[in-house]
């Protein structure tokens, strides 16, 4: 039999702290990731599983979610959006959110989506899970090589979860916290409404602790937290180079006019007015952003170009993000950069190492190296 249709609570009202200074100007889940903002990549896969109707947990600059991303109906879905006038945590925000869920039914499912995670697990299979067993709570797990970073999440034999453990140093367990829940409703509506609360160390354990049945949904797809630059990049460019599924990019690939789009080698996304001179190389799957120039004899791979950005005849640009407007200066290297909206690098500097340059700022030329040629 199918599934009723389901509801979710998308988590989005965090600072993106680690990822100044782009998120200055906007929030993380609206920083442009593979040509479209990141959460539309979030919707349109929770859409392919069902999903109808998502609220937007919201808090920092909220009032451009909506501006942004519509009524949803663009990725298949209807959104509305729940504003914190105070930061409420994780389970505080889903207890805040749940008020515009539209289900009545104590014992419905509902999904729960950080939005820091980009991930091509099964999301139904989660949900068939959760339903078959009857369960309060059931998470999806990875297996990651160092579980000391995140919340780690032991089962036993049947995959119920024994233990939540938050950033432990000495951890029991790979198995990880990924970031999706389902909840069944009545458990929502358990959580203290109007205070902070924390779903990993109030809610999680406190199921547990109680006799409730927490279970574990544990997939080895792809899986990332793109809470840094660096991730940051690697998420956009795994999604171009056709890493994992990604059907926000699908729907912007029909909507962009020849020569825009993806390469023949699906190697980089160009947007709509982007200009790349025909001796410049664009790989990796760089994103060259709307209006964003690449100019002849430059080199760009692995990085992600916000729209307006410009890269200079012979400049270098790799592994980094170049926020709107930015302009790298002929000849200039690039390597792990993170340059804010509106900056410029001027001629012969060498940023580096996960160098941040703030929004507008100015570098003239020859003033950053990180080697002593010139």
């Not at 906007?26 to 920083?31: E, F, G, N, V």
């Amino acid at each position: 039999m199918p599934r009723e249709p389901l509801e979710a609570i998308v988590l989005v009202g965090g600072q993106g702290t680690r990822l100044r200074p782009l998120t200055l100007s906007a929030p993380k889940p609206l920083l442009p990731t593979a040509g479209v903002p990141f959460l539309a990549h979030l919707l349109a896969q929770a859409a392919s599983f069902g999903v109808t109707h998502v609220v937007l947990a919201t808090c920092y600059k909220a009032d451009m979610f909506a501006a942004v991303l519509g009524d949803g109906s663009a990725y298949g879905l209807s959104l509305d959006f729940v504003q914190e006038t105070v930061p409420l945590d994780t389970a505080g925000g889903i207890r805040n959110a749940a008020s515009s869920l539209r289900g009545t039914g104590s014992g419905d499912p509902v999904v729960v989506l950080n939005s820091d995670i980009l991930s091509g697990h099964d999301l139904g299979a989660q949900v068939d899970l959760h339903i078959k067993t009857d369960a309060a709570a059931t998470l999806h797990l990875v297996e990651v090589t160092d579980p000391s970073r995140f919340g780690v999440v032991p089962t036993d034999a049947s995959g119920r979860v024994t233990a939540f453990l938050e950033k432990t140093p000495d951890p029991v367990t790979n198995r990880i916290n990924a970031g999706c829940y389902v909840f069944r409703r009545s458990v929502i509506d358990q959580i203290p409404a109007g205070r902070r609360v924390s779903v990993e160390r109030e809610t999680f354990p406190g199921l547990i602790e109680s006799g409730e049945l927490v279970m574990g949904y544990h997939e080895a797809a792809y899986w990332l937290d793109v809470g840094t630059p660096q991730t940051f990049v690697q998420g956009s460019c795994d999604l171009v180079l056709g890493r994992l599924p990604a059907p926000a990019l699908d729907l912007l690939l029909g909507r962009l006019p020849a020569p825009a789009g993806l390469s023949r080698e699906r190697s980089a996304l160009r947007l709509e007015g982007a200009s790349v001179a025909a001796d410049a190389a664009v790989s990796g799957g760089t994103v060259v952003g709307a209006g964003a120039t690449v100019a002849a004899g430059a080199t760009v791979s692995g990085s992600v170009l916000f729209d307006g950005a410009t890269v200079g005849e012979g400049a270098v640009v790799r592994d980094s993000i170049l926020g709107r407007g930015a302009v790298v200066a002929p000849g200039a290297v690039l390597d792990e950069a993170v340059i804010g909206d509106g900056a410029f690098i001027g001629s012969g500097n060498e940023l580096a190492r996960g160098i941040r340059v703030w929004p507008d700022v100015r570098i003239e030329p020859t003033s950053v190296r990180f080697s002593s040629d010139v």
